[in-house]
C-alpha cells in the first residue's frame, strides 16, 4: 500500500509514504526512478512549497499515478477564461475596448493568483497583437497588457526555481531508486557484476607471472 501524504495538484507532484519511507513522485511518472527523500523534506514541501498535507493510501503506484493525473486534469479544467474554440473563431478580435479591459481584470484578479499563468499567456499574447489596441485611446490597455504578460513570466519561473531547487534539496543520486518491478532486475545486475569481477580476479592470479 501507498500512502499519499502531500501533493501538488497544480503539478502533479506528491510525497508518499511506504514501510515508513518517504519518496517523492512527479510526471513525466516513468518507472525507472523514485526520489528518497527525510520526512523534514515533506514538512519543508508544505510549509514553503505550497504543498498540501494529505492522508490517502491507493493500492499501488498504477492507482497512485492515476489518481494524480486526474487531479492535475481537475485543477487545470478552471483555466479557460476563453474556451479554444472561442479563440479559434477570432472572437476577441471582435471585442470592444471595455469587453478586452474585462479579460484583462478577470486575468489580473482570478487567473494568475491562482497560478493560471499559461492559458493567462496564450489570451495576453492575442489581445496584445490586436489592431484595437495600437489607437492611441487604448495605451493604457496595451500597456497593462503587457504589464500582465511580464508578471505571469516572472511568477511561472518563479515557481519553476522552487520546483527546481526542491527537486535539487530532494535528489541526490544516491537516493534514486528504482520503482517496484525494476528492483529485482538491479539486483540482478548487482549479482551479476560480482561474480563478473570476482572470476576476472581469479583468471588474472591463474594466469599472473
Known amino acids: 500500500m501507498i500512502k499519499l501524504i502531500a501533493v501538488s495538484y497544480e ?7 511506504i514501510n515508513q519511507m518517504c519518496y517523492l513522485v512527479k510526471p513525466p ?109 487604448n495605451k493604457g490597455l496595451l500597456q497593462k497588457t503587457i504589464d500582465l504578460i511580464k508578471s505571469c513570466h516572472k511568477s511561472k519561473e518563479a515557481r519553476e526555481r522552487r520546483l527546481a531547487e526542491l527537486q535539487n534539496i530532494s535528489s541526490p543520486s544516491s537516493n534514486i531508486t528504482e520503482f517496484s518491478g525494476d528492483s529485482q532486475l538491479a539486483r540482478n545486475y548487482s549479482q551479476f557484476a560480482r561474480n563478473y569481477s570476482q572470476n576476472v580476479r581469479e583468471r588474472k592470479s591463474t594466469f599472473f607471472f
Open 11 to 17: 503539478d502533479g507532484w506528491g510525497f508518499v509514504e
Open 29 to 137: 511518472y516513468k518507472k525507472y526512478n523514485k526520489i528518497v527523500v527525510e520526512k523534514p523534506m515533506v514538512e519543508k514541501a508544505i510549509l514553503n512549497y505550497g504543498f498540501e498535507s494529505v492522508d490517502e493510501v491507493h493500492r499501488g503506484w498504477n492507482t497512485l499515478i492515476k489518481y494524480l493525473k486526474n487531479k492535475m486534469n481537475e485543477y487545470h479544467k478552471g483555466d479557460n477564461l476563453l474556451s479554444q474554440e472561442e479563440l479559434a473563431q477570432g472572437l476577441l478580435e471582435l471585442a470592444p475596448a471595455r469587453a478586452l479591459a474585462r479579460y484583462l481584470d478577470r486575468i489580473e484578479k482570478e487567473l494568475i493568483p491562482n497560478h493560471r499563468w499559461d492559458v493567462s499567456l496564450t489570451i495576453l499574447t492575442k489581445i496584445m497583437c490586436l489592431e484595437i489596441l495600437q489607437e492611441n485611446s
